[in-house]
Structures are given as C-alpha cells and as structure tokens.
C-alpha cells in the first residue's frame, strides 16, 4: 500500500448491531478521498465512535457491510494488519514503555533497526514538540505532552489512515484549543487520510476538509464546513452546529410574515415554512426604516460583540450578534434586516 | 491532665497489643524450642541440642523437597494457564466469563476434603497418576487458582487492559505479542500478588493433600501431622522448627519482590 499519502477509503453498506440488539448504526455508505481530513460529528450515542471503529477493524459491520481500502476489501483483515494509525481517546500509552519505546513500537514490531527507530522517533518528537521526552515514563507526562505522544505513535510507521477517537476531549479547553490549531497544521502536514472523531462542532469546523454530521446511528448531512454551517439540511444539523434561529411562519410570494413585520426571502409560493438565521447575519437599524421590529430582551456583551435577544419579531424570541459599539439597552425597540440570501428554508418543515 | 490521659490511653493499647502478639507468637516460639530441647518434659535444663532437627531432615528431606517442587510446579501452571485466563476472561466479558470466573471460584467455598474426594473418584482408577505427586500437584492447581485468577484480573479491571490492547494491535501487534509486551508487563502487580499466594498456599494446604497423598507422596504439612501423630514431641517441634525457617525467608523475599514492584507502578 502506498502509505505516504494514505489511501482511499469507502464505507459500503455498513451497519452494525450489538449482541444485545441494540442498533448501533444504520446502513452507512460514504467515500473519504486520499488525503482527505473527514470528520464525524455528532451528539453521544449517535455511531460516530462505532462508525470509526468499524473502519478500524476494531468491529465488524453487519453481514453485507464492507470496508474498502484503495478499493481493496479489508473488512475480514483484523486491525493488526490494516497498517491504521489511531489515538484513542483516552491515549492508550503503554505505562511500561518510556515515551520513546511507545513511539517506536510499531517499528520494533516491524523488525527496524535500532538505528532506523531512533531516527524515526527524533523525527516525530520534533514534530510533535515534545523533545527532551523521550525517556521519561508516562506517568510523569501532562495531558497534552501524553496526546502529542499518542499522535506521534500512531504516526510512526506510516499508516494509510489516521483515525482519531476524540482526542483532545480528555485536556482542559485552553489546551484543547491550541492542540486543535497544531493538531491541524500536523494533519496538513502529513497529508495523511485521516477520519476524526468528535463532539465538539469548533473542532469539526477547525480540522475537516468535511464533515459528517450523524444522529442516532444515520447519516444527518455530509458536507464542508461552510456547506454545514451556512446550509444545514435539517434542523438538527441547524441546532447542533452553532447558535440558530429556527423561524417557523408562512412564506407569501417572495416575503416572511411575521408578529413583528415582514422580511424579504428568495422564495416564490405560498406556504409554511421553517427558515434558519444565523444569529450575525441579522443586522440592527432604526425601527424607522425597517420592515421588521423587536424589543430587546436581553443584552450580553462578550467583548469581541454583544449578543441580544429580541422579542415581538419573529414567533420566537431571536438571538442577535451585534456590533460590540452598537449602543443599545434592554427595553429598546429596534429595527431588524437580514440579506435574503442568509436566509436558509429547512426541509422538514 | 488531657496529656497525661493520652499517655495512659496509648501505654494501655500499647501493652493490649503487646499482649495479643505474645499470645499468637509465644506457642509458635515455645513449639521450635521444644524443637531443640533435649527433653521437653524436663525442660530447658536438659539442654540444647539440634539432633532433633538432624532427624527430621534425614526422615524428612525427601518431604521437605517435594513440597517446594509441587509449590512451585503449582505456580507453574497457575502462571501458563491462569494469567491468559484471566486475560481472555476480562477483554471477552459478559455473562459467560462471569459464569467460568464462579466456577473457577468454587474451590474457595467447597471444603478441601470434599474437593479431594472428587478428584479421588474421578481419577483414583488411574493408578500411576494417583501415586504420583502429580495428583497433589492437581488438587493444588485446582484450590490456588482462583487466587491468581482473581488477583490478575484485579489489575486488569484497574488499568484498562482492553484499550491498551487495542492500542497495541492497531500498532500491529498480534494477539500474541500483544499479550507478551503490553498485557502481562502491565499485569505485572497483580502476577506477583497471585504468585505469592499460590506459593504459600501450596506449601500450607493440608486438607486436600491428607486425603490425596501416598506414603511415598507426602508433603510438608502432611509430614508435620505425620510426626505430630507418630513421633516424640520434641521431633514434631523440631519439624515445625524447620518448616519455619524453610518458609518464613521465601516469603519475606516475595513480599519485598512484590512491594518493589508495587512501589514503582504506584508511581505511575
């Protein structure tokens, strides 16, 4: 296998059930590109973990699933002879190895010299920023020393996919946030198929080329970041992934009728529907010179902007990003504009 | 006045607990007297003498070695089959390794004697294995394996033996080497705790080993009834003289062993 710049790798029909009955993941079919960073997002329980797993070879899929690398079928090849790099969410570090012997295991398993492990370990601690390590135990490491480590072994020998089991969600959330930046320059890097696991939606944004949004073991929308961020295809992707206003109302001919006014969307037709707004997409004006109004409910200034809510506009009370400038205090009536195009119908309405 | 009544509360406990260790330590202490006493029923005015202890080793050595041998034989085989048990037991899970770890269980709760008669209606037919020491070295197996089980799997359920596992083999460890660099390094406390009980076990077990054994079969334990039944007194204590000096240092370099080991994976 081409292992420089991983491989292909398709998800076929994949499904799995538990001994107990309990339904996992529903049939999944899903191509990742080489090189490709994919990442599954979802809530607890929703098969992302599973999903990963299965490709691993940590699981098998239901009868009928493959998995295909480079085409080739691997679903009866055990993990062992995959040749996948994974990090665990929890490390798996190797308490009686030093932080060397750890990286370098699967060298050893492949019969390198010592020569050829020790040069491959001094490249990846350089890599990964941990010199100086690498003959101390693992207990004596702290979380984000012990993560860079787990990436670092997992990259040793060069496998064909890196998978990622939500590895940065054991660290504090300053950490969490510069290990993702380094974590995706390293990706970038390595140029290496990579399928990450996580929760965490800025996580997702930051390291996916796409992402797969799942939900109770199916498939809710596959896409870039932007496609997921700006055109969710339900509501729960709009839900899950940032702050969003849901707007359910009737749509007449090209305007949204709403308690507070109306506002102007690129819809023809008649009918009920659900709209999403992202919460910086609507802009504050003079009730004057707008079409819809509001009253501020509530104003949170986070310093970088201030975050409103508006009551009387729309069926819900709607959460405003504005300006941090933006004079404005609770009780006042404000006008309120959004550019048609930010405006998103749902389907499932 | 509180001071003084601290003192006196400490000085009572100190002189209780002073007493309870005389009362478990004096009998022990008389016993290997009695070993080196010329006659015990005039005392220590007879004088000393270790012809007694000359004795128990030239009646007794034969015993003395087979009993190390089926110790450590017992370890052996507790070690070869319990540790991968132990191991294959936690990663499988679910009621069916539940149901073999009761199992492997039972000779705990099931009396010596009645485990003994078992095997001697099971296998007495087979008339060589039942005059070997293979046979004792059988019951032993079967009554120290739980503590190796148990103590193994102890240290797995404590360190998450299972993902460590999986952090191995998607490295591309086989199951094998998997087992031989990750598991039992890392089981390491836990194989030593079940070693020492095993051993210690094995070179005390007394019920089972009476019903099982032969003239020709006996060990350590049974030869001290044996001389206790049969023999001037001041041979028995002799015995015991000896049993302890045979035990006492194996133990105490284990226990050291052990809480080495111990002390560096704590650290951790």
């Not at chain 1, 992202?278 to 509530?298: C, K, M, N, T, Y």
């Not at chain 2, 009396?111 to 087979?126: D, W």
Request: hydrophobic share 50%; glycine share 8%; net charge positive.
């Amino acid at each position: 296998m081409n292992t420089t710049q991983g491989v292909t790798v398709r998800v076929e029909n994949c499904a799995k059930t538990f001994a107990d009955g309990t339904r996992a993941l529903d049939p999944v079919t899903l191509d990742v590109a080489r090189g490709e960073t994919l990442v599954f997002l979802g809530p607890s329980g929703c098969g992302k973990t599973t999903m990963l797993r299965i490709i691993a070879g940590l699981e098998k899929p239901d009868s009928g699933g493959r998995v295909l690398f480079n085409a080739q079928d691997v679903t009866r090849i055990p993990i062992e002879r995959r040749n996948v790099g994974m990090v665990f969410q929890s490390y798996a570090l190797f308490p009686n190895m030093n932080v060397a012997q750890n990286i370098a295991y699967s060298l050893a398993l492949r019969g390198a010299g010592k020569a050829e492990r020790d040069s491959r370990v001094a490249e990846l601690v350089a890599l990964t920023g941990i010199e100086g390590l690498e003959n101390r135990n693992i207990d004596q490491l702290s979380g984000g020393q012990r993560q860079r480590v787990a990436l670092a072994r997992a990259v040793a020998m060069r496998p064909s996919v890196l998978l990622l089991d939500e590895p940065l969600t054991a660290l504090d959330a300053a950490l969490r946030e510069r290990l993702r930046g380094e974590l995706d320059r390293l990706l970038r890097t390595l140029g290496i198929t990579t399928i990450y696991v996580t929760h965490d939606q800025s996580e997702a944004m930051t390291l996916g080329d796409r992402i797969v949004v799942m939900r109770k073991g199916a498939i809710a929308q596959v896409g870039s970041p932007r496609d997921i961020y700006f055109k969710p295809a339900s509501r729960f992707v709009a839900e899950f992934i940032g702050a969003a206003n849901i707007i359910d109302a009737v749509s007449d001919n090209g305007v949204l009728v709403l308690p507070g006014g109306r506002l102007a969307v690129d819809k023809t037709g008649h009918g009920q529907v659900a709209a999403m707004i992202r919460p910086e997409s609507i802009g504050i004006i003079s009730p004057e010179a707008a079409f819809l109004v509001g009253r501020v409910a509530s104003v949170s200034f986070t310093g970088d902007r201030q975050r409103l809510v508006v009551d009387g506009a729309s069926d819900k009370p709607l959460i405003v990003d504005a300006s941090n400038t933006l004079a404005v205090k609770i009780g006042d009536t404000v006008g309120l504009t959004v550019a048609p195009s930010a405006i998103q119908f749902l389907q499932g309405a | 006045m509180t001071n003084l009544r601290n003192r006196l509360i400490f000085s009572g406990q100190f002189v209780f607990t002073l007493l309870v260790a005389a009362f478990l330590i004096v009998p022990a202490l008389l016993s290997m007297l009695a070993g080196v006493t010329v006659n015990y029923f005039t005392g220590i005015r007879s004088g000393l003498t270790l012809q007694w202890v000359i004795q128990v080793w030239e009646l007794y050595a034969d015993t003395i070695a087979r009993s190390f041998v089926i110790a450590l034989a017992a370890l052996a085989v507790t070690l070869v089959v319990g540790v991968p048990a132990a191991y294959a037991l936690h990663v499988r899970g679910g009621r069916f390794a539940r149901i073999v770890e009761e199992i492997i269980t039972l000779p705990l709760a099931v009396p010596g004697l009645a485990i003994a008669l078992a095997l001697l209606l099971t296998y007495g037919g087979f008339s060589d294995f039942r005059r070997s020491w293979l046979f004792i070295l059988a019951g032993h197996v079967v009554f120290t394996m739980p503590f190796m089980v148990r103590s193994v799997m102890a240290v797995f359920s404590a360190i998450d033996v299972k993902t460590l596992d999986e952090g191995a083999a998607s490295l591309g460890a086989s199951p094998w080497r998997r087992f031989r660099d990750v598991i039992v390094p890392n089981a390491k406390p836990g194989i030593l705790a079940g070693s020492l009980m095993v051993v210690t076990l094995s070179l005390g077990e007394f019920n089972l080993t009476w019903m099982l054994h032969t003239p020709l079969t006996k060990t350590l334990p049974v030869g001290l009834a044996d001389s206790y039944a049969s023999m001037r007194l001041e041979v028995a204590s002799a015995y015991t003289l000896v049993f302890f000096v045979m035990i006492i240092p194996l133990l105490v370099a284990m226990q050291i062993y052990a809480d080495s080991c111990g002390r560096k994976t704590a650290r951790r």
